[in-house]
């Protein structure tokens, strides 16, 4: 398959699916995850950072490294590669779906979720926290009035509501990011490693079912040689070369 194969079957596609990973986001400046830590941080890794274990032994201390990734987040905004998903989705409408692991709530700010289609955070959503009593979600106050570990409107200690290395995704959203990736003619890979799983297995799962998957990356990955087609380059880049 080559660029204008690809291009066109998206084009014939009525259900697409979309998985997106890091590298869309980077574009805004959010760092990956696994990027080297500065300042303080440097002599962590985010994994020692990011687990029930961590947050159990000083709620305190791994609080203060999200509040600064969540300032990081707010700081963004939505790069043309977000917001070219959002005009796919409005293209294709109740059949389009998106999940994205990352926790930063760029597609959303970009317009994704509200056009027609679905929108799923796999791994969370790094600007909520999630009551520890009641599992209820809220919104965090406004950096200048984060206290931290902060509270929920209930008086309970709120947590980071993200997924943590440990941790199972969302029954709900998995299941429902299986299903569509299942379903669709055509599916998407943007951004993304293809080493965290269960989301890197989206790609296989429409594979299996005759779909064809395209792969947005400036990288070759591990999902590479079992996909109908690589474009290598950036998200934005990459996206733009597919739609427009």
């Not at 959002?86 to 970009?110: I, M, S, Y």
């Not at 569509?180 to 998407?188: I, K, N, Q, S, Y």
Request: glycine share 10%; aromatic share 8%.
């Amino acid at each position: 398959m080559d660029l204008p194969q690809a291009r066109a079957a998206l084009q014939r596609a009525r259900r697409v699916a979309v998985l997106t990973g890091a590298g869309v986001s980077a574009e805004s400046g959010i760092p990956t995850f696994r990027d080297p830590q500065s300042g303080h941080w440097a002599r962590f890794r985010p994994e020692d950072l990011a687990s029930p274990g961590a947050y159990a032994r000083d709620p305190g201390f791994v609080w203060e490294w999200y509040a600064g990734r969540y300032r990081d987040v707010l700081r963004a905004e939505p790069n043309r590669g977000h917001h070219l998903l959002a005009e796919l989705e409005r293209r294709k409408g109740a059949d389009f779906f998106l999940a994205t692991q990352n926790v930063d709530g760029l597609h959303a700010r970009a317009g994704s979720g509200t056009r027609g289609g679905t929108l799923v955070e796999l791994h969370g959503n790094l600007i909520t926290g999630r009551d520890e009593k009641t599992g209820e979600v809220f919104p965090l106050p406004e950096p200048d009035a984060l206290t931290l570990p902060p509270l929920s409107p209930n008086g309970h200690r709120l947590r980071p509501n993200v997924v943590w290395f440990g941790e199972y995704l969302p029954e709900a959203a998995l299941w429902a990011a299986q299903r569509a990736f299942e379903e669709a003619e055509v599916a998407l890979i943007v951004g993304t490693s293809g080493v965290v799983y269960p989301a890197a297995g989206l790609a296989l799962d429409a594979r299996r079912s005759g779909a064809v998957v395209i792969e947005v990356n400036p990288e070759e990955t591990e999902l590479t040689p079992l996909l109908s087609f690589s474009v290598r380059d950036v998200a934005s880049r990459g996206l733009a070369a597919l739609l427009e």
